[in-house]
C-alpha cells in the first residue's frame, strides 16, 4: 500500500496544472483499489456547493457541470460529517440523491472519504463498486490515507488561487492568504519579485579565450554592483539608522578587497572564464568563514555570498532582469525572505508595502516597514507567489492578509477602507494637543512605543505623552556587532532628550525566541521557551553591563529615564538584575561619570510572574504587562505562527482574568500597572483596561490617536462597567462583541468598521 501510495503522490506532485492532477488521482485510486469508479468533488465556498472535478468510471461530460448543494446527497453528508462512509448498496441510503445522466448506474458500494485540511472541507474523494458489499479495513485505510495526502496538495492550490480558477472560471480571486501582522496599514498595488539571484554553486566550469575581455567583463560587473550599492545606501538613508546603513559600507568594502579581486584576475589568467574564477575566490572564502567558531565571523560567510550572487548576475551572458518599474506605479515587494538590499530594488516613493513568506512582526524588515510608514504582511509560509509577478493585490497591515488578483467588489471595499482610514486619521490629527481623559474628567496617561530612533518623530507627533516602552534590541538587531558603550549612550541619549522631561520607559536587551541578532546565533528548539530576554543577559553580564552603564549615563542629563526588566520568571532574576543595576551604578561613580538612578520595573510577561505579580512588585518602582507574550504563554500559541493566528486572542477570558489579577497586585503594593502589548493599541480593549484599573497605557504612534478617541469618548464609569461584564463572560468572541457594541454606542462606530 505504501509503495502505491508513494507512486500516487510522486505522479500528483509532478502533474503540471491542477486538472490533471486530479484526473491522476482518480485514475490511480480506481485502478489500485480495483473499483469502478473513483470520483472527486471540491468545495466552491462562494457559492456554498460541491463540484464534480474529476472521474474515472462515471460520465466524463458531469466533470465542472455536476454540482451539488452541500447539503445534498452522499456527497453533502460526507462533507457534513467529516468523516468517511462506507455503504454496501449507496440507492437505498436515504440521503441517496440520483443525479440524472452522471452514469451511476448499476453502482452499489460506496466509499466517501471527506478532504480535510486544518479543519476546512476542501472536498470529497468517492470510490464506487457494482458488488453490494462494505469495503474493508484496509481499503477505508488506503482511501483516508491518500485523502490526506490529496487535501495537502489542494490546499496549496487553493492558496494560489487555482482551484478558485477551475471552480468559477469567470470570476477572479477575493480569497484571502493569510499571514502575520508585519506593520499596520492597507494597500492595493502591484506585485514585485525582487531580483532573482544567481547561485554560484550552479556556475559551470569553462575554459576563456580572451582572458583580456573577461577580466574587462569582471572589472565592469564590479563597478556596477558597487554603483547599484551606493545607490541603494542614498535612498535608503533617511529610514535606515546610520548603524544599518553601516551594512552597506561593509558590503563595499569587501567588494574593494584586494585579494578577492586579484584572486578572480588570477583564475582568469590562468584560463577560467570570469564566473568561474569568481565563483572559486568567493567560495574559498565563505567556506573558511562557515568554519570560524566565531558566530560574527560565520555570519560574514552569508554577506559574501550575497555579494557573490550580486556580482554574478552581472556576469552572466543574460543576466536575470530585476522587475522593470514602471513610474507612477505602487508597488508591492514579495518575498520569501527579504533584505534592506531587496527594499532598495524599488524607489521608496513607490514601495506601497511589503509581503514577505517568511519571518514574524518582529522581524527586521517589518520593523523598517513600521519606520517608513508602509504596511507590511509576513510569515503567509511555503506559496508559489513568485507567478504573481505583476498581479494586482491587496495588502491588509491590520489583518495580516493578503489578496491576489482580487475582484472588482473586493477592490471597491478595500478603496473605501483606504479613503475611509485617511479622513480618519485627518480628523483625529485634532486630538494630538487633547489629554487622554474620560467624559467624567479622568486622566489616564497614553504613552507611545519606539523602537529605533528613527521612530522619535512618529512618537513626537502622535500627541502621546512620552513613551511607555523603548525597545532596545531593535538597535542592537540592525547592526553587525554588538554596539558599544558609548555608541548605547548616544542613542539613548537621544531618545531621552527627545521627549524630556516626559518619560521614556527603556527596556533592557529583550533578544531570543523570534528575535535574533545577525552576529549571534542561537540554534534552539524551541526559542520561546529558551534562553531569551533577561535570561540571556544574566548570563551575559558584560552585555548586560555595558548597556545599563550607558543608559544610567544618558540619564545624568535628563533623568526622566524608567528602566524595564523583560521576560521575567522569577524573583531571584530580578534580585540579581536589581544587583548589576547598582553595580554598573557605583562602578560609573567611581570611573567619575555623571549617572542617575532611574526608577525601574519589571515585564509581567510570563504566567509564573503574573502570579508573583506582588512579590516581584516590591523589589521595583512599577510594573508593566505585556501582553503580547503573555498571550502565548498562558494560551501556549506561538505569536508568529499563522497556522494557530485563530487561537491567539488577547481577549481570551482566561488572559483578563490575569490582567485583572496583576491590576490587583499592582494596586495592593501601591506600584501602577502599565500595559504596553499590541492590546493597548486596540481602542476597545483599551477602554476595558481603563476600566480594569490599569494605570497607563502605551500603543504603537499609528494607534495613539484612535486609543485617545475612545477612551475621550466614554465615562470611567462605563468603562468599569464594560470591565466587570466582560470578566463575566465565557469566550474571546463574546467579549469582542460586548466591546464592540460598546464602541458603537460611544460613536466610534468607524474603528470598529474599520478593523472588520
Ligand atoms: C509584549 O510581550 O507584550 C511586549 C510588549 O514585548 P515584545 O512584543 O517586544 O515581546
Ligand atoms: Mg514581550
Redesign the pocket.
Known amino acids: 500500500m505504501l509503495e502505491t501510495l508513494r507512486r500516487i503522490v510522486q505522479q500528483v506532485s509532478a502533474a503540471p496544472d491542477l486538472p490533471s492532477a486530479l484526473a491522476i488521482t482518480v485514475n490511480q485510486i480506481r485502478d489500485a483499489m480495483r473499483v469502478a469508479a473513483c470520483t472527486i468533488y471540491l468545495a466552491d465556498e462562494d457559492n456554498r456547493e460541491l463540484v464534480l472535478m474529476a472521474t474515472a468510471g462515471l460520465n466524463p461530460q458531469a466533470v465542472g457541470r455536476v454540482r451539488l448543494d452541500r447539503r445534498q446527497g452522499l456527497v453533502g453528508l460526507v462533507a457534513e460529517r467529516q468523516e468517511p462512509l462506507n455503504l454496501e448498496d449507496a440507492s437505498r441510503h436515504p440521503r441517496f440523491h440520483p443525479v440524472g445522466d452522471i452514469g451511476e448506474e448499476g453502482y452499489h458500494a460506496l466509499l466517501g472519504v471527506p478532504l480535510i485540511q486544518y479543519r476546512r472541507v476542501l472536498g470529497v474523494v468517492l470510490v464506487q463498486h457494482t458488488t453490494i458489499r462494505h469495503f474493508a479495513s484496509e481499503e477505508v485505510a488506503f482511501l483516508v490515507t491518500v485523502a490526506a495526502q490529496l487535501a495537502s496538495i489542494l490546499n496549496h492550490a487553493i492558496l494560489s488561487g487555482a482551484t478558485q480558477e477551475l471552480l468559477n472560471p469567470l470570476v477572479s480571486g477575493s480569497r484571502a492568504l493569510q499571514g502575520v501582522a508585519g506593520a499596520p496599514g492597507v494597500v492595493i498595488g502591484t506585485v514585485a519579485i525582487p531580483h532573482l539571484m544567481a547561485d554560484l554553486g550552479d556556475v559551470p566550469d569553462r575554459p576563456t579565450l580572451n582572458p583580456t575581455a573577461e577580466e574587462a567583463g569582471f572589472q565592469a560587473a564590479i563597478a556596477t554592483v558597487e554603483r547599484e550599492l551606493r545607490e541603494a545606501s542614498d535612498r535608503l538613508a533617511p529610514y535606515l539608522p546610520p548603524t544599518e546603513q553601516a551594512l552597506f559600507t561593509v558590503y563595499r568594502m569587501m567588494l574593494g578587497s584586494d585579494s578577492l579581486l586579484g584572486e578572480t584576475r588570477a583564475g582568469i589568467q590562468a584560463g577560467q572564464w570570469a564566473p568561474a574564477a569568481w565563483r572559486d575566490a568567493v567560495l574559498a572564502r565563505v567556506r573558511l568563514l562557515e568554519q570560524a567558531a566565531d558566530p560574527y565571523l560565520s555570519a560574514r560567510a552569508e554577506d559574501i555570498r550575497d555579494l557573490g550572487r550580486r556580482v554574478l548576475n552581472h556576469l552572466r551572458a543574460a543576466p536575470i532582469q530585476p522587475t522593470p518599474i514602471m513610474a507612477g506605479e505602487r508597488w508591492v515587494l514579495v518575498a520569501e525572505e527579504m533584505s534592506v538590499a531587496h527594499l532598495a530594488a524599488i524607489p521608496t516613493e513607490q514601495l506601497a508595502a511589503i509581503v514577505c513568506l517568511r519571518g514574524s512582526a518582529?522581524s527586521h524588515v517589518a520593523l523598517l516597514a513600521r519606520a517608513m510608514g508602509i504596511p507590511a504582511v509576513m510569515g503567509l509560509g511555503d506559496r508559489p507567489l513568485g507567478r504573481f509577478e505583476g498581479s494586482a493585490i491587496i495588502v491588509d497591515g491590520y489583518q495580516g492578509r493578503v489578496y491576489l488578483n482580487p475582484d472588482l467588489a473586493l477592490r471597491a471595499e478595500y478603496q473605501q477602507l483606504i479613503t475611509t482610514e485617511a479622513e480618519l486619521s485627518a480628523g483625529l490629527q485634532e486630538l494630538r494637543e487633547l489629554p487622554t481623559t474620560t467624559q467624567d474628567g479622568y486622566h489616564i496617561p497614553l504613552y507611545a512605543k519606539a523602537g529605533l530612533l528613527t521612530d522619535i518623530a512618529a512618537a513626537r507627533d502622535c500627541g502621546a505623552e512620552g513613551i511607555g516602552?523603548y525597545?532596545t534590541e531593535f538597535a542592537f538587531m540592525v547592526r553587525e556587532s554588538f554596539p558599544s558603550e558609548e555608541e548605547q549612550y548616544q542613542a539613548y541619549r537621544q531618545m531621552l532628550a527627545a521627549f524630556a522631561p516626559q518619560p521614556v520607559v527603556m527596556r533592557t536587551l529583550?533578544i531570543g525566541g523570534d528575535k535574533t541578532l545577525p552576529y549571534f546565533a542561537i540554534q534552539e528548539n524551541n526559542p520561546f521557551l529558551g534562553w531569551r530576554g533577561m535570561r540571556f543577559t544574566l548570563d551575559h553580564p558584560d552585555i548586560f553591563l555595558t548597556q545599563l552603564r550607558a543608559m544610567l549615563r544618558a540619564n545624568a542629563e535628563w533623568n526622566n529615564l524608567r528602566l524595564l526588566f523583560p521576560m521575567i520568571t522569577t524573583v531571584e532574576e530580578v534580585d540579581e538584575a536589581l544587583r548589576l543595576l547598582e553595580q554598573a551604578h557605583e562602578e560609573l561613580l567611581a570611573d567619575g561619570w555623571p549617572t542617575a538612578r532611574p526608577q525601574v520595573g519589571v515585564m509581567i510577561?510570563v504566567p509564573s510572574a503574573a502570579w508573583q505579580a506582588g512579590q516581584l512588585a516590591r523589589r521595583v518602582d512599577f510594573l508593566s504587562v505585556?501582553?503580547?507574550?503573555?498571550t502565548q504563554y498562558l494560551l501556549a500559541v506561538d505569536r508568529d505562527n499563522a497556522r494557530v493566528a485563530g487561537l491567539y486572542d488577547n481577549l481570551h477570558p482566561a488572559l483578563l482574568k490575569t490582567v485583572a489579577y496583576i491590576v490587583e497586585q499592582g494596586r495592593v503594593t501601591g506600584r501602577p500597572v502599565n500595559l504596553?502589548?499590541e492590546m493597548a493599541a486596540d481602542p476597545g480593549a483599551a477602554v476595558l483596561l481603563l476600566g480594569m484599573g490599569v494605570d497607563s497605557l502605551s500603543a504603537g504612534p499609528a494607534s495613539v490617536p484612535r486609543v485617545k478617541w475612545a477612551i475621550r469618548s466614554v465615562t470611567l464609569a462605563q468603562a468599569r462597567n464594560l470591565a466587570v461584564q466582560a470578566l463575566e463572560l465565557d469566550t474571546a468572541r463574546q467579549v469582542r462583541c460586548l466591546l464592540d457594541e460598546a464602541l458603537h454606542q460611544a460613536g466610534l462606530g468607524e474603528i470598529v468598521h474599520q478593523r472588520d
Open positions: 518582529l516602552l525597545r529583550d510577561e505585556g501582553t503580547n507574550d503573555l504596553c502589548g
